[in-house]
Nanobody
Framework: QVQLVESGGGLVQPGGSLRLSCAAS????????MGWYRQAPGKQRDLVAA???????NYADSVKGRFTIARDNAKNMVLLQMNSLRPEDTAIYYC?????????????WGQGTQVTVSS
């Protein structure tokens, strides 16, 4: 059974920081691209950052220079350090695990964690 469990969300003032964590189980973690997505009310779910199994990181333009994604293959965890937070970063943040192999895509989602940036 695959589980992705996020933690670390909350309420923070503009300019503040939060760190999100995602603990994965039930997958061969090191083979997966791990990512963070977010969805604001009334909007689609968008990629925030991703970290491939080969070590390539990818960020949405809106978070470049402010957010950092990291992964620990020994602990099956992916982190998202969010600095200089803005009200527009308010959303539910979802952890994602994705693997494409042999023409088949395996993708899994966490339950999401709320991040609210407000004064």
């Amino acid at each position: 059974q695959v589980q992705l469990v996020e933690s670390g969300g909350g309420l923070v003032q503009p300019g503040g920081s939060l760190r999100l964590s995602c603990a994965a189980s039930g997958i061969r973690f090191s083979r997966y691209t791990m990512g963070w997505y977010r969805q604001a009310p009334g909007k689609q779910r968008d990629l925030v950052a991703a970290f491939s199994s080969g070590g390539i990181k990818n960020y949405a333009d809106s978070v470049k220079g402010r957010f950092t994604i990291a992964r620990d293959n020994a602990k099956n965890m992916v982190l998202l350090q969010m600095n200089s937070l803005r009200p527009e970063d308010t959303a539910i943040y979802y952890c994602n695990a994705n693997l494409w192999t042999g023409g088949v895509t395996n993708t899994y989602w966490g339950q999401g964690t709320q991040v609210t940036v407000s004064s």
